[in-house]
């Protein structure tokens, strides 16, 4: 729980410390698209580490109950399912979700946002007025 508190502070913190170029719009519809396939990106060095990756894997796995679906060495990606998504799309652990979850979806600093296909958020750009 205190790993759960200690992201959640830091993550927020972040966001207001260090805004993105992109302001998120919309809202969830809860159709559950987004627990299907959850991409984590890492460095091209943590791809290519055996170590690191197996580290990785078995660290989110735990922390987060999710599932491992795929390794993604070309776009140095590691794609998760979460076991608590019932088969109405919704969380079966919504109080207890991780951050990764409940800072859903996470605006890149410096790419433009990519959302799954239904989802309900948008982005719109904070220097285009």
Same mark, same amino acid.
């Given at each position: 729980?205190?790993?759960?508190?200690?992201? @959640?502070?830091?993550?927020?913190?972040?966001?207001?410390?260090?805004?993105?170029?992109?302001? %998120?719009?919309?809202? &969830?519809?809860?159709?559950?698209? !987004?627990?299907?396939? $959850?991409? %984590?990106?890492?460095?091209?060095? +943590?791809?290519?580490?055996?170590?690191?990756? +197996?580290?990785?894997?078995?660290?989110?796995?735990?922390?987060?109950?999710?599932?491992?679906? #795929? $390794?993604?060495? +070309?776009?140095?990606?590691?794609?998760?399912?979460?076991?608590?998504?019932?088969? #109405?799309?919704? !969380?079966?652990?919504?109080?207890? =979700?991780?951050? $990764?979850?409940?800072?859903?979806?996470?605006?890149?600093?410096?790419? #433009?946002?990519?959302?799954?296909?239904? &989802?309900?958020? @948008?982005?719109?750009?904070?220097?285009? =007025?």
């Amino acid at each position: 729980m205190i790993f759960v508190l200690l992201d @959640n502070v830091l993550t927020n913190l972040t966001k207001k410390i260090f805004r993105t170029r992109w302001q %998120l719009t919309g809202k &969830c519809r809860q159709c559950g698209n !987004c627990c299907k396939k $959850i991409i %984590l990106t890492m460095t091209p060095a +943590q791809t290519k580490s055996p170590i690191f990756r +197996q580290i990785a894997i078995a660290w989110i796995s735990w922390l987060f109950d999710f599932i491992l679906l #795929e $390794i993604d060495y +070309q776009h140095n990606n590691l794609a998760f399912t979460c076991q608590h998504l019932t088969k #109405e799309g919704k !969380c079966g652990n919504y109080f207890w =979700r991780p951050n $990764i979850c409940r800072n859903y979806p996470l605006v890149d600093y410096f790419a #433009e946002p990519k959302f799954l296909p239904g &989802c309900g958020f @948008n982005a719109r750009d904070r220097d285009r =007025r």
